[in-house]
């Protein structure tokens, strides 16, 4: 069955530094999604995109966080400062159409020190 | 936006017996109500969804009902077995455009006690 994989599965760093996440979605799928889970908490959106292009994002999604389809099957999410309080599990997750349900990865657990 | 509430937060319940988890949502514009299972250490995996169109969906041991007018839908999952034990999340979006987020319930740690 086709796999949403994530890379690293966690990752420590300081505050302030900055950080890639790494996600290779389903091949065919067309729609691109991260979230976020702090621990013990609920599964946050973080941000959309369709088409090499954010379609929707939340208020957590702020200056600091940016996103980019960089080849043909990577998706990053890239937080140029970090602060204690993104460390979370992160989520990657594909759709194929609008009408499919997401498929989501494993997560990284990052860990801001 | 979208708020979904989710109930209960902690579910125990006896080897075969039934399991029902509740959520409502605030949005009459969603339209689609995914259900998530989370077990330690992995991503959210999808079990069953449905849509606005239709009131009921069953998959073998788990159905999903839905009631538009009082905006709630449910999770039942009969004959509970062992490797049910997990976190469960309900979801809600609005399916229109396609890149729709999802917004999330709290989650139930359902305990199927042997």
């Known amino acids: 069955e086709p796999e949403v994989t994530q890379t690293p599965s966690h990752q420590v760093t300081q505050m302030g530094q900055e950080v890639i996440l790494r996600c290779v979605p389903i091949s065919n799928h067309l729609y691109f999604y991260w979230y976020r889970q702090i621990l013990g908490q609920k599964v946050e959106f973080l941000v959309s995109?369709?088409?090499?292009?954010?379609?929707?994002k939340s208020e957590i999604f702020d200056d600091q966080f940016s996103v980019e389809r960089p080849d043909g099957s990577n998706f990053t999410l890239k937080i140029r400062s970090t602060k204690l309080e993104d460390s979370a599990m992160y989520f990657c997750?594909?759709?194929?159409?609008?009408?499919?349900?997401?498929?989501f990865g494993s997560g990284t657990r990052l860990t801001v020190v | 936006g979208e708020n979904v509430e989710q109930h209960p937060s902690t579910l125990s319940v006896q080897e075969g017996d039934s399991a029902v988890i509740k959520c409502t949502y605030s949005d009459s514009a969603s339209n689609y109500f995914p259900w998530y299972k989370q077990e330690l250490g992995k991503g959210p995996q999808l079990i069953i969804d449905i849509r606005s169109n239709v009131g009921e969906k069953k998959d073998q041991r788990i159905a999903v009902t839905l009631n538009k007018t009082a905006k709630h839908f449910s999770l039942h999952i009969t004959e509970t077995q062992p490797e049910d034990s997990a976190v469960y999340f309900c979801?809600?979006?609005?399916?229109?455009?396609?890149?729709?987020?999802?917004?999330f319930g709290k989650g139930t740690h359902l305990i199927i006690q042997p």
């Open positions: 979801a809600a979006s609005y399916s229109g455009g396609g890149a729709d987020g999802l917004t």
């Open positions: 995109f369709y088409n090499n292009e954010i379609s929707e």
């Open positions: 997750a594909s759709k194929g159409t609008a009408n499919y349900g997401y498929t």
